[in-house]
T-cell receptor
Framework: AQSVTQLDSQVPVFEEAPVELRCNYS??????LFWYVQYPNQGLQLLLK??????LVESINGFEAEFNKSQTSFHLRKPSVHISDTAEYFC?????????????FGKGTRLSVIA | NAGVMQNPRHLVRRRGQEARLRCSPM?????VYWYRQLPEEGLKFMVY????????ESGMPKERFSAEFPKEGPSILRIQQVVRGDSAAYFC?????????????FGDGTRLSIL
């Protein structure tokens, strides 16, 4: 079984400041890793994913995450946040292997960007 | 290019009534997942279906909850004799399937309120 821990439930940050949202996971098998973003009253949108290859993955809107196998972490970072980044961010994992398997989510981190 | 469509967006029921939540996957997607989001919690997996088949229902409560994904039409999550604790946001996700894990695309959810 897998579990995901997002250490911070809320992160306030000033506009144009850097931010890091932490995610650690536990699994007895190798996993795929994902970050999803949820804006108010909307569903989850895929922000970025790690499946294999380079451990640093980037999204189109300036976020990046680095897979660290030894620390079982997949922290999300952005060097300079905008007001529009205010949302809830969910880290998720699913086991490697054939087929499609359900996602296991963390409890989420609410990012609030302050002007 | 429609994404995952869920309806209704909001549903209000009295205790003891039935709730029916609908999900139309993205075009070309044959895998559907249902998740439940309680306040201040991440998403919890409920059930995974392919056309006409339940693949994994390990997250479904044993009583009152059922799901189907018929050959024609949307996937339906049905909750009989609803109770206050069923109040939550229910999200549907779909994926394309195949041998490599495919990202799941989420709908905007149905927010169920039990009076």
């Amino acid at each position: 079984a897998q579990s995901v821990t997002q250490l911070d439930s809320q992160v306030p940050v000033f506009e144009e400041a850097p931010v890091e949202l932490r995610c650690n996971y536990s699994s007895s098998v190798s996993v795929y890793l994902f970050w999803y973003v949820q804006y108010p009253n909307q569903g989850l949108q895929l922000l970025l994913k790690y499946l294999s290859g380079s451990t640093l993955v980037e999204s189109i809107n300036g976020f990046e995450a680095e897979f660290n196998k030894s620390q079982t972490s997949f922290h999300l970072r952005k060097p300079s946040v905008h007001i529009s980044d205010t949302a809830e961010y969910f880290c998720a994992v699913t086991p490697l292997g054939s087929g499609n398997t359900p996602l296991v989510f963390g409890k989420g981190t609410r990012l609030s960007v302050i002007a | 290019n429609a994404g995952v469509m869920q309806n209704p967006r909001h549903l209000v029921r009295r205790r003891g009534q039935e709730a029916r939540l609908r999900c139309s996957p993205m075009k070309g997607h044959s895998h559907v997942y249902w998740y439940r989001q309680l306040p201040e919690e991440g998403l919890k997996f409920m059930v995974y279906l392919q056309k006409e088949n339940i693949i994994d229902e390990s997250g479904m409560p044993k009583e009152r909850f059922s799901a189907e994904f018929p050959k024609e039409g949307p996937s339906i999550l049905r909750i009989q004799q609803v109770v206050r604790g069923d109040s939550a946001a229910y999200f549907c996700a779909s994926s394309a399937g195949g041998t490599r894990n495919q990202p799941q695309h989420f709908g905007d959810g149905t927010r169920l309120s039990i009076l």
